[in-house]
């Protein structure tokens, strides 16, 4: 399974991206997937997860009702529509494949990551 991201950039406060990762390899339900994402000096911290089997999502305090995951079944890709941006959600995002749920989202060892996409959120 590979895992690339795109869509990073540099966007002003109150402004909107979309990130997007394509999936290679196994289609895009096939597991729990999300969006990480590494401020400098931070740990990785999850954003947001979309359910493999009906679609339901999750999402950090952070990002809720600002963030919106999604996936394209026809274009196998996972979606991150992020709007009314703020400098602290500048950071490189991250997607994987094949979460699981240990009192917060974490990647399993034998899950897989996109390579970064970095968000520039000046204010």
């Known amino acids: 399974v590979q895992l690339q991201a795109s869509g990073g950039g540099l966007v002003q406060a109150g402004g909107s991206l979309r990130l997007s990762c394509a999936v290679s390899?196994?289609?895009?339900?096939?597991?729990?997937m999300g969006w990480f994402r590494q401020a400098p000096g931070k740990e990785r911290e999850i954003v947001a997860v979309?359910?493999?089997?009906?679609?339901?999502?999750w999402y950090g305090d952070s990002v809720k009702g600002r963030f919106t995951i999604s996936r394209d079944v026809a274009k196998n890709t996972l979606d991150l529509q992020m709007n009314s941006l703020k400098p602290e959600d500048t950071a490189v995002y991250y997607c994987?494949?094949?979460?699981?749920?240990?009192?917060?989202?974490?990647?399993?060892?034998?899950?897989?990551w996109g390579q970064g996409t970095l968000v520039t959120v000046s204010s």
């Open positions: 390899g196994r289609t895009v339900g096939s597991y729990h």
């Open positions: 979309i359910i493999s089997s009906g679609g339901s999502t």
């Open positions: 994987a494949a094949d979460l699981r749920w240990r009192n917060s989202w974490v990647i399993r060892p034998e899950g897989y």
